[in-house]
């Protein structure tokens, strides 16, 4: 490269490069790394029911290989999305229809015996304060078993 100072007519000094060669590597998308050559190379795509053995993506990566999703995981999709946690039907207080596969979530069922909203009733002291008064107040709170989720409802009932 060659450098040339240049004094303008104002005496400001400017300096000029010839030409400037960067190098820089190149950009890798999220399902590629970098190769040893300096390409992008794509990262291993892994079957229903596995996941890459490493990270892999944005340029990292590239040593990965595919495994099977551990006990309590899965994977529906081809891909390197690494596999994910299997819902637990039991923490839902609900049966389990279909149990989880490396290659598909818990089909979770109907309300466990004794988890209906009626017997898992639970009273909740709540206290709320103002400038003015100092309230204090009971809530029901009833847990439903809807679509895989537990639901809460709120009802005053007393005020002592």
Do not use: M, W
């Not at 909203?117 to 009273?123: A, F, G, H, S, V």
């Amino acid at each position: 490269n060659d450098l040339k100072i240049i004094l303008d007519p104002d005496k400001h000094v400017l300096f000029l490069l010839d030409f400037c060669i960067v190098q820089s590597e190149p950009r890798c998308d999220q399902t590629e790394f970098l190769h040893h050559n300096g390409t992008c190379v794509a990262c291993p795509v892994c079957q229903p029911g596995e996941q890459l053995s490493g990270d892999c993506g944005f340029g990292d990566g590239g040593d990965g290989v595919c495994i099977p999703c551990e006990e309590g995981t899965f994977s529906t999709d081809t891909g390197v999305d690494p596999c994910r946690r299997c819902t637990q039907c039991n923490l839902l207080n609900r049966l389990v229809l279909t149990a989880c596969s490396p290659t598909s979530n818990a089909v979770c069922g109907q309300c466990l015996p004794g988890s209906s909203p009626e017997d898992t009733t639970r009273y909740v002291f709540c206290e709320f304060r103002n400038k003015e008064q100092h309230f204090k107040h009971f809530y029901h709170l009833c847990f439903f078993c809807i679509s895989n989720h537990l639901y809460a409802q709120r009802a005053e009932l007393t005020e002592p």
